[in-house]
Structure formats: C-alpha cells, structure tokens
C-alpha cells in the first residue's frame, strides 16, 4: 500500500458528500452566506427540484475579484475572527460550503460590493476554476448551481422525486425565514412563485410576528401564546402552541439557536417535557421557539451541516424551556381544554420568567392571568 495525498479536487468532492447531501443543503448554504453579507433583499430561483438549477442572488456587501477568487478556496473564510471557534456569531465559520458546491457541480459567482466600479465573476466546474471576468451586475452577489452532483452521479441516485427535493427547499427557506424578518426573501420554483415574504418593518417582537404569521399560517398565531422567559444572560422567546393545537408529527416544531435553525435533541426532548401533562404521548405540540444566549455557551462546530449544536450548560437551557413554556401555558389554562387546573400549573412557573410580551398577534391572557405572573 502507498499512502498518497489526495488530489484537491478529490478533497472537496469528499467534504461535499457531508456539507451537500441534497439540493436543499445548498439552498442552505447559498442562502445563510447571503444573510451574513447583510443582505436586506433575497431572491431564490430553482429548477426541477434543485438538480438543474439553484440560482441565489442577494444584496449583501459582495466580493472584490480577490475575494471571490478566495471564496472559493477550501478553509477560507472572512467570518471566523481570531480563529476563535467559541465565539461564532455568523451562521458560516468553516470556508468549505463553496469549494464543497463547485467540487461537485458547475457554479458561476458574480459579486459586485457596493460602490465598486465594476463586477466579477468566477466559475467552478466539477472542482475546476476559471479565472475571474468581468461581469455586469447591480451589488450584492449571484450565485448559480448547475446539475448539482453531475460530478458524483452515486449522489445523483439518492436524489428524491422533484417534488420532494422542492419541498426541503421550501422547509429550509421558510426555517431561515422565520429567524431573519427583516430580511425579504422570495422562492420561485420552475417558474413559479412559492414563497414572497416582504422585508418586515418595527422592532424585533413585531417584525417575528408578521413574519410568524405569514409563514405559519393565521391558525397557529391565533391558537399560540408568546413565550418569554430568561435565565443566566439566556433569554427564550417565541410562540407556544395551545395544548389544544397538537399535530401527529413534530413538523410544527421550530428551533432557533442564535438565529440558526437546529434539530436538536436537547430541545426538542425539553419542548416534550413541557407539553407531557397537556398531551397524549403520540400528539406533538407546534412552538417556534428562538434561543439567544452568549456564543461561548453554545458549540455549533459539532455536526457537518450545523444542524445540531452543544450547549455548555444544557441542564439550564433543559429548564429554562420547560419553565418558560409551562409559565406561558400556565397563562392561557383557561383557554386550554386541559384537565390541568391551573393553580397547578402555577406552581410550575419557570423561576426568573418574565411576563409575556405583546405584539405576537397572539391571544390576549386574561388580566387576572397578568397580574398572576407579575406578583
Ligand atoms: N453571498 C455572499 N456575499 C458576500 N460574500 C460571500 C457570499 N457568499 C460567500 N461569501 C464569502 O465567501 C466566503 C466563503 O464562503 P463559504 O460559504 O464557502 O464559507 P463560510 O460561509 O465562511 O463558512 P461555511 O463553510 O461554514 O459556510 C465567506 O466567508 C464570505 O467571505
Ligand atoms: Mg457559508
């Protein structure tokens, strides 16, 4: 046996198979580069299901011809300052999503920062590199993928039908959404308009609602109750859904760390806890839940597409989810039909729990409630 070193491109055709098992993965990544470039405008264009066209353009601050040509290095990243893995306040921090996406596909980017002369593009062709050009366009970056994994026909096979495909793009831009309100987002599908949701205006708890209610739909808003509880410099909010409004699957279940969504077992166990008295055990409640706590307290270097995280203290972040959500249930108990009294479920109240704020669009507690959970 010889040992060699692998070719470059070999390299990232590999850290591909992690960073991009399918064409929603690359929605991902395009788009959360987007949002670290200060993007207030997103626009999304997809064929087929993603496999033949995954088109991102956005408003951010863009790259100069350098930039892009390091961009697309592997490990190459403007995002991780001091090299300091503990204190990720962006939702890149690795530099292998674009190297990954043009090992395994053919990629254009053009990128223009605000106030250049000009613009420039560059393309990556199954690992290959064309130097950068010129190239027309207003500021802010383009990226195009094209036939995503015809460079590793084995990945190609795994593909799901169009329609599946479509969905998890549809899932994971809804998921980004709802954590960037102020952003506009817009997905168009083999030319066909699925999502346009306006930048939202006001303040944080306002511009969460309207961006809440226009993605999930008036029925969840209207059967949830603000969430707002902190603890330790870790503060919860968000929407619980009433005990009332369960699903058969977790899928009404979102989580947000830091503004990044994750699967997370941690929580979605927590959330479980909350709602065990209120529910069958085969029912799942619907939250949407933001946790923002210090980045030193969270590891989100801990899986390949960043969907799970590590928290330092994971008894406090355990109890400040059951409690806050038990207070913010707690609240509406006589709304619910639950058999849970809710001097019960007073004595259940998260210590340190804050009173619930307003501007959800979500029902009214009662002002007896109110005064309860202010006492
Ligand atoms: N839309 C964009 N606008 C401006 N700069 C961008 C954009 N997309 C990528 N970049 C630049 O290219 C670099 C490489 O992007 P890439 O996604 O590969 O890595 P990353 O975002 O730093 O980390 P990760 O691999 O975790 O996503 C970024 O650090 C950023 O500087
Ligand atoms: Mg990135």
Same mark, same amino acid.
């Given at each position: 046996m010889t040992i060699r070193r692998l070719p470059e491109a070999t390299v990232n055709r590999i850290a591909a198979g992690e960073v991009v098992e399918r064409p929603a993965n690359v929605v991902k990544e395009l788009t959360e580069n987007a949002i670290d470039a200060g993007a207030r405008q997103i626009d999304i264009t997809i064929a087929e299901g993603g496999r033949a066209l995954i088109l991102v353009s956005d408003d951010g601050k863009g790259m100069s011809r350098d930039e892009l040509s390091l961009a697309i290095e592997r490990h190459a990243t403007s995002k991780l300052a001091d090299e300091d893995l503990f204190n990720i306040t962006t939702l890149g921090f690795r530099g292998e999503a674009l190297p990954s996406i043009g090992a395994v596909a053919r990629m254009r980017i053009a990128s223009r920062p605000p106030g250049a002369a000009e613009g420039w593009e560059i393309a990556v062709t199954g690992g290959t590199v064309t130097p950068p050009a010129p190239a027309a366009l207003g500021k802010g970056t383009r990226i195009e993928v094209r036939d995503l994994f015809y460079a590793t026909p084995a990945r190609l096979k795994f593909l799901k039908s169009e329609r599946a495909e479509q969905m998890a793009i549809n899932e994971t831009v809804k998921r980004l959404a709802m954590a960037h309100p102020e952003i506009g987002l817009s997905l168009s599908h083999n030319g066909r308009r699925n999502l346009d949701l306006p930048a939202e205006q006001g303040e944080l708890f306002t511009a969460r609602a309207a961006r809440l209610a226009a993605i999930m739909g008036r029925e969840f808003t209207d059967n949830s109750t603000p969430v707002n509880a902190s603890r330790d410099g870790i503060a919860l909010d968000g929407l619980a859904g009433l005990p009332t409004y369960h699903r058969g699957t977790a899928q009404m279940q979102f989580l947000f760390v830091n503004g990044r969504p994750v699967r997370d077992k941690l929580l979605t166990g927590a959330v479980r806890g909350a709602y065990q008295d209120f529910l069958a055990r085969d029912r799942h409640p619907a939250v949407v839940l933001f946790l923002t706590l210090p980045p030193a307290e969270v590891d989100v270097n801990v899986h390949p597409a960043k969907a799970e995280v590590r928290f330092r203290d994971p008894g406090t972040i355990r109890g400040l989810i059951v409690g806050g959500l038990r207070h913010a249930l707690a609240e509406t108990g006589h709304r619910a039909? &639950? &058999?849970?009294?809710s001097a019960a479920l007073g004595a259940m109240r998260a210590p340190g729990g804050l009173p619930p704020q307003r501007g959800y669009g979500a029902p009214v507690t009662s002002a007896a409630a109110r005064a309860a959970a202010q006492a």
């Open positions: 039909s &639950t &058999t849970i009294a």
